[in-house]
């Protein structure tokens, strides 16, 4: 199965032993196998006990169920592989403490295997599932909605706040174009989203390692580059639900996730434009805020972010006023307005802030140095990686995708103080984590006021 424009064979990729890389790490891919075509779930039997299940412990929810499961059960009954399902309720479900809880209190102990038939929310607690269980997972793809097929991390809500947590790899991704390309058209625009994003956080993870030394693969960046290149390509199918394009979206964030798998971290697949979909998630179980799907808000965040570094390219470092701006910082002050804007979500937030190393001063100063001496080679990073912000809005604009938080019921007013909350989500260098330092926060903030 080589993917449409990069020649690279997925289940090849797969089947490489696992080795040592220049950058360091060993190397490897957790999923064994990605069938992408039609009619891959009268496959699924077997590979249940090619892969050594007796009886499976089946998630998903009452939309998911209605895409795939029938067939899944279809082909389990036709191969007599017993199993125990769960499913969850229509509503819009957060991976949070009460459904990772459901999951396991309805879960068989006499299976031996779990099978997650859905995406987003329901791969994420699978995953979780899978990793505590010590069981394989094989995953049946209802959408191609998101690059978390093929990672080993979940993306979870614990006490409000989104975070991600290590789990499960799938053994095995079963995706069916039958259903795919019959996913609901927003889910699929939500793919590309995600895949959008990598433009930001590649660029990001580069920044990062310039400027604190952070972990970098060149290896696992490649990857990722063919992943969106794939994507991007065959992007223009989306609309009639070619079903070369679906296969193409799908294959490209399943590779992705193998590159982060590889890396072993969600450096390389998310970056500030993922924040700003964690945080919009984050005001909407709170205070009942619109909110889209995971994807769509990463193409919208991957637009802001676009605008922020179009803007930061014609500023200049100025150390003494960056070293100015940091001594007149009252943190306190700004964690009182963190409370009003995210309401409980915001204490863990806070916490983790007040031990962070971009609170501290010598710590500050001596990143502020390096990205000084580093700047001509930060802004040839962001020229190398980054489209222009024309070229994506136009790309999301002509599939029908939102470009803009008003396009997703948000006001474009609070986008600047999103972007400012977004330093303080995890310790990822970032867009706004650079502004910060370089004294800029309010100046690439400000360029959130205009619409896009």
Request: aromatic content about 8%; glycine content about 8%.
């Amino acid at each position: 199965m080589k993917t449409e424009n990069t020649g690279i064979d997925l289940n090849e990729l797969m089947r490489r032993p696992p080795f040592r890389c220049a950058c360091g790490k060993i190397h490897r891919a957790h999923l064994k196998e990605a069938l992408i075509c039609e009619g891959a779930i009268g496959r699924l039997a077997s590979c249940v006990k090619k892969y050594g299940g007796t009886k499976v412990y089946i998630l998903a929810d009452e939309n998911t169920f209605a895409a795939a499961g029938q067939p899944v059960l279809n082909d389990l009954e036709k191969e007599n592989v017993p199993y125990t399902l769960h499913r969850f309720g229509k509503e819009r479900a957060e991976p949070d403490e009460k459904m990772i809880g459901s999951a396991f209190a309805h879960f068989d102990h006499s299976c031996d295997m779990i099978l997650a038939v859905g995406s987003g929310v329901i791969n994420d607690v699978s995953k979780i599932v899978a990793k505590t269980t010590g069981h394989p997972l094989i995953t049946v793809a209802t959408a191609p909605s998101m690059d978390g097929y093929a990672s080993s991390t979940s993306s979870i809500v614990r006490d409000g706040l989104k975070v991600s947590v290590d789990s499960a790899c799938p053994t095995v991704v079963i995706g069916d174009l039958a259903v795919l390309k019959n996913a609901p058209l927003q889910m699929i625009r939500a793919g590309l989203g995600d895949m959008l994003a990598k433009y930001i956080s590649v660029c990001e993870w580069r920044i990062g390692r310039i400027v604190t030394g952070e972990y970098y693969c060149e290896d696992v960046a490649a990857l990722i580059r063919a992943a969106l290149k794939t994507c991007v390509d065959n992007a223009g199918g989306i609309l009639t639900r070619d079903p070369a394009a679906v296969k193409a979206v799908t294959e490209g964030l399943i590779l992705s996730g193998i590159a982060a798998d590889w890396a072993g971290v969600s450096r390389p697949v998310s970056g500030v434009e993922h924040y700003f979909s964690h945080i919009w998630d984050m005001r909407a179980l709170e205070f009942g805020t619109p909110f889209d799907l995971h994807g769509i808000q990463c193409g919208v965040g991957t637009l802001c972010a676009l605008r922020g570094y179009e803007r930061l390219k014609t500023l200049l470092p100025d150390p003494v006023a960056a070293k100015a701006a940091f001594a007149a910082f009252d943190k306190e002050a700004w964690f009182s307005r963190l409370r009003g804007f995210l309401g409980k979500a915001a204490d863990p937030m806070i916490g983790g802030a007040k031990t962070a190393d971009r609170y501290d001063p010598e710590q500050h100063a001596a990143r502020l140095d390096r990205i000084c001496s580093h700047w001509n080679e930060i802004l040839a990073v962001i020229k190398e990686e980054l489209p222009p912000f024309a070229a994506v809005k136009t790309l999301l604009t002509e599939l029908g995708a939102p470009v803009n938080p008003a396009d997703m019921g948000l006001p474009n007013g609070e986008a600047p103080m999103v972007f400012k909350i977004t330093k303080d989500i995890r310790d990822k260098y970032i867009l706004s984590t650079l502004a910060w330092d370089l004294g800029l926060l309010d100046v690439i903030a400000a360029v959130f006021e205009e619409e896009n």
